[in-house]
Nanobody, 123 residues
Framework: EVQLVESGGGLVQAGGSLRLSCAAS????????VGWFRQVPGKEREGVSS????????YYADSVKGRFTISYDNAKSTVYLQMNSLKPEDTAVYSC????????????????WGQGTQVTVSS
């Protein structure tokens, strides 16, 4: 069974940092694109960042550029999202997703989705 499991969410004060992990089981991230998305109740899901294991190319939403860093550990089949200088507006449920198409990830579509992890940033 294919699963994506996120971890690392929690409560942090504004200006703090968190590192989210997205671990794959049942398949590997090789030759996939992996994206991080976030959603607040009542709002549309927002693409935060993505990475392609084809060529290492990355994408960041303007709202997180310079603060978030996405990376991939091939040996652990895990994708990380390092989040620094967190702001209250970063509060959301963060989910990871994987697809064999970078284009689909950038459009918010994916074959595989995790359950999500809550990130709460207090002011």
């Amino acid at each position: 069974e294919v699963q994506l499991v996120e971890s690392g969410g929690g409560l942090v004060q504004a200006g703090g940092s968190l590192r989210l992990s997205c671990a794959a089981s049942g398949f590997t991230f090789d030759d996939h694109a992996v994206g991080w998305f976030r959603q607040v109740p009542g709002k549309e899901r927002e693409g935060v960042s993505s990475i392609s294991t084809f060529d290492g190319s990355t994408y960041y939403a303007d709202s997180v550029k310079g603060r978030f860093t996405i990376s991939y550990d091939n040996a652990k089949s895990t994708v990380y999202l390092q989040m620094n200088s967190l702001k209250p507006e970063d509060t959301a449920v963060y989910s990871c997703a994987a697809d064999d198409s970078s284009g689909r990830i950038l459009l918010g579509f994916a074959d595989y989705w995790g359950q999500g992890t809550q990130v709460t940033v207090s002011s």
